[in-house]
């Protein structure tokens, strides 16, 4: 919750600060990023939770140093070949005679947080299998986000000018304060645990990369919307829409949260085959989540326009799209960690399919719809395929796993 505090604040100094041709360039950018982060993460970053949680119940603490190590190296070479295939697209872009948005420094930054934002994305959660929730938090996205928010402030008492620029700098130098940090704590975790065993690379990826296939469908949900956007409709379109996806963000964290704090159990009961167990963990969550979701969701609803002000007077017309994106995450968190429950339950193969046939199907959609409508003709296709992902997500969790997962009226 934290993370997603500060980032939104980030959000609002970026919007108020930079133009919002610009804004919409940084909105664009950090999906993008984002989007192909996803692909550097090779599957690791749910694959990797359920590894270390499975190796600690069964009291085998050397099989997880191995499935760290192999996690480490599979990270950082992914990430590695992403940077340099990213900065020779630039540089072929650029020989080829295309404008490109970004200037060659700004290109060189924004590779730095590629390779930066991945490894905070995915390494961190090697804590969350041990149940340090708090730790993998921290340095998943915390402490990068609260030193941007703090460089921001501290940017204004030297100079009321602001440029893009500056900001990849401030973002990128967090992002490598932040892996120093990580890096730090892994190696003592290493330290501490026996290294009797080895884990080959190929047989780790054989079984994260169906997870994979289903983490960048489900980005490609998540994060497209904005990139097709400021591609096909323009910046300003995309800093409108932009600022609205990101406030809906709060309505799913809530979901997110209790997601990662169950994964653990979910794992010990699936190989205990105790599924009343799992249902029973997961409609609580569901709706633990569903509480504070729904809350934030009204306020959107009936207040967004208010709400809205805080980034600006000129985004104050993104109140529809916020009202629109708004009702298809209220579908979503009352389905419950559906999702979730369907890859630490080994069902990799089957979400991938389900999911990249709709992100497939909805790629398509937006990209007409940024091109014909605009910002509003993408929030309605967003609006529709998350409640069909919700829905479909349901039906497959009951035929797969045996459970239901989606909230409940009263608690026990």
Same mark, same amino acid.
């Given at each position: 919750?934290?993370?997603i505090l500060f980032?939104?604040l980030?959000n609002?100094?970026?919007?108020?600060?930079l133009?919002r041709?610009?804004?919409?360039l940084?909105?664009?950018?950090y999906?993008?990023?984002?989007?192909?982060g996803l692909?550097?993460?090779?599957?690791?970053r749910?694959s990797?939770?359920?590894w270390?949680?499975?190796?600690f119940?069964?009291?085998l603490?050397?099989?997880?140093r191995?499935a760290?190590?192999t996690?480490?190296?599979?990270?950082h070479?992914?990430?590695?070949?992403?940077?340099?295939?990213s900065?020779l697209t630039y540089v072929?872009i650029r020989?080829?005679g295309?404008?490109?948005?970004l200037?060659t420094?700004q290109?060189?930054?924004?590779?730095?947080w590629?390779?930066?934002?991945g490894?905070q994305?995915?390494?961190?959660?090697?804590?969350?299998g041990?149940?340090r929730h708090?730790?993998?938090g921290?340095?998943g996205?915390?402490?990068a986000n609260?030193?941007i928010?703090?460089?921001?402030?501290?940017?204004?008492?030297f100079?009321?000018?602001?440029?893009?620029?500056?900001?990849?700098?401030?973002v990128?130098?967090?992002g490598?304060?932040?892996y120093?940090?990580?890096?730090?704590?892994?190696s003592?975790?290493l330290?501490?645990?026996?290294?009797?065993?080895?884990w080959?690379?190929?047989?780790?990826?054989?079984?994260?990369?169906p997870?994979l296939g289903?983490?960048?469908?489900?980005?490609?949900l998540?994060l497209?919307?904005? +990139?097709l956007?400021?591609?096909?409709s323009?910046?300003?379109? /995309?800093?409108?829409y932009? &600022?609205?996806?990101? !406030? #809906? %963000?709060l309505?799913?964290l809530p979901l997110?949260m209790?997601a990662?704090?169950?994964?653990p159990?979910?794992v010990?009961?699936?190989a205990?085959k105790?599924?009343d167990?799992?249902?029973?963990?997961s409609?609580l969550?569901?709706?633990?989540?569903a509480?504070p979701?729904l809350?934030?969701?009204l306020l959107?609803?009936f207040?967004g326009?208010?709400?809205l002000?805080?980034?600006?007077?000129?985004?104050?017309?993104?109140?529809?799209?916020?009202?629109?994106?708004?009702i298809?995450?209220?579908?979503?968190?009352?389905s419950g960690?559906?999702?979730?429950?369907?890859?630490?339950?080994?069902?990799?193969?089957?979400?991938l399919?389900?999911?990249?046939?709709?992100a497939l199907l909805s790629? +398509?959609?937006?990209a007409f719809?940024?091109?014909?409508f605009g /910002?509003?003709?993408?929030? &309605?296709?967003v609006m !529709? #395929? %998350?409640?069909v992902?919700?829905i479909t997500q349901?039906v497959?969790?009951k035929m797969?796993?045996g459970v239901?997962?989606h909230l409940r009226?009263s608690?026990?």
């Open positions: 919750m934290v993370t980032l939104l980030g609002v100094w970026v919007a108020r600060h133009s041709e610009e804004a919409g940084f909105l664009t950018l999906n993008g990023i984002s989007l192909i692909l550097g993460q090779l599957g690791l749910t990797v939770v359920r270390i949680a499975d190796s119940a069964r009291d603490p050397g099989k997880a191995a760290i190590v996690t480490i190296r599979l990270t070479y992914s990430l590695l070949l992403l940077v340099l295939l900065l072929a020989a080829l295309f404008n490109a948005p200037t420094s290109a060189l930054l924004a590779a730095a590629l390779g930066t934002q490894v994305f995915t390494l961190p959660e090697v804590f969350r041990e149940h708090a730790l993998a921290f340095l996205g915390t402490l609260s030193l928010l703090l460089a921001f402030i501290a940017t204004d008492w100079s009321p000018n602001h440029s893009l620029g500056q900001v990849l700098v401030i990128a130098c967090a490598l304060f932040n120093v940090c990580v890096m730090s704590r892994l003592r975790m330290a501490r645990l026996p290294a009797n065993e080895s080959p690379m190929q047989d780790a990826l054989r079984e994260s990369l997870v289903t983490q960048v469908s489900t980005g490609a998540l497209i919307d904005t +990139v956007v400021g591609l096909l323009g910046p300003v379109q /995309a800093a409108l932009g &600022t609205a996806s990101r !406030l #809906t %963000v309505i799913n997110q209790v990662s704090a169950i994964s159990q979910v010990r009961d699936y205990n105790d599924l167990a799992i249902e029973d963990v409609r969550a569901a709706t633990a989540a509480i979701g809350v934030i969701a959107f609803l207040f326009d208010s709400i002000r805080l980034f600006g007077e000129q985004y104050v017309e993104a109140h529809r799209i916020l009202q629109i994106l708004t298809g995450q209220v579908v979503y968190i009352l960690p559906t999702g979730t429950l369907l890859m630490l339950c080994g069902y990799q193969s089957s979400t399919r389900l999911v990249s046939r709709i790629c +398509v959609a937006q719809a940024a091109y014909c /910002a509003m003709g993408v929030a &309605t296709v !529709l #395929t %998350v409640a992902l919700a349901s497959a969790t797969f796993v239901f997962c009226v608690f026990r």
